[in-house]
Structures are given as C-alpha cells and as structure tokens.
C-alpha cells in the first residue's frame, strides 16, 4: 500500500488523486536517495500519504494538509494504513 486507495480522498480528482501521489512518492523517495537522509524515508512517505486526502477542490489550498493530520489522528483505520509503512504518532508532528 503504497499510495492511498481512491476511496481515501475526499475529493475524487484526476489533479490531485492516486496518479499525482504516485508521481509526488517517485520524487520523494528520489530525494531520499540523493540526499542520503534514509532515517526520514517513513515519515516523508506518511507525509506523501496524506498529503492530498482531505482536498476538498483542486484550486489553491492552504489547509488541506492539516485537515488530512487532524482525520488521521481521528481515523483508526488511517492510522493502522499509516503505521503499516512504520510511521507512529510521534512522527507525524
């Protein structure tokens, strides 16, 4: 489980759903492996994750991010996906 299922976004996109997660995770884990930073490997793939979930639109958004925070510390079944890539509470901060 790589990158959230379709039904995990708010906002059912062709801008901003499971392709641009996709693409958004190829680049992170490439920054990953060019700056050697392999100890933040989880957290930025959490932060991949979650990123677009709670995008309610696809125009500018400041807040979908921590929207996406605050279902995932009210979402069981959120944080159980989260920390099946080894991500805790504690990471997320």
């Known amino acids: 489980m790589l990158i959230p299922h379709p039904d995990d976004f708010r906002h059912p996109s062709t801008l901003h759903g499971q392709a641009h997660v996709a693409r958004v995770m190829v680049h992170a884990m490439r920054l990953i492996d060019a700056t050697g930073w392999e100890h ?4 930025l793939w959490a932060a991949v994750y979650l990123h677009d979930i709670e995008r ?3 125009g500018r958004c400041l807040v979908h991010g921590q929207r996406a925070v605050v ?23």
């Open 40 to 43: 933040e490997r989880r957290r």
């Open 56 to 58: 309610r639109h696809d």
């Open 71 to 93: 279902r995932w510390r009210a979402s069981a079944d959120l944080q159980a996906k989260i920390r099946t890539g080894g991500v805790g509470p504690n990471d997320i901060a």
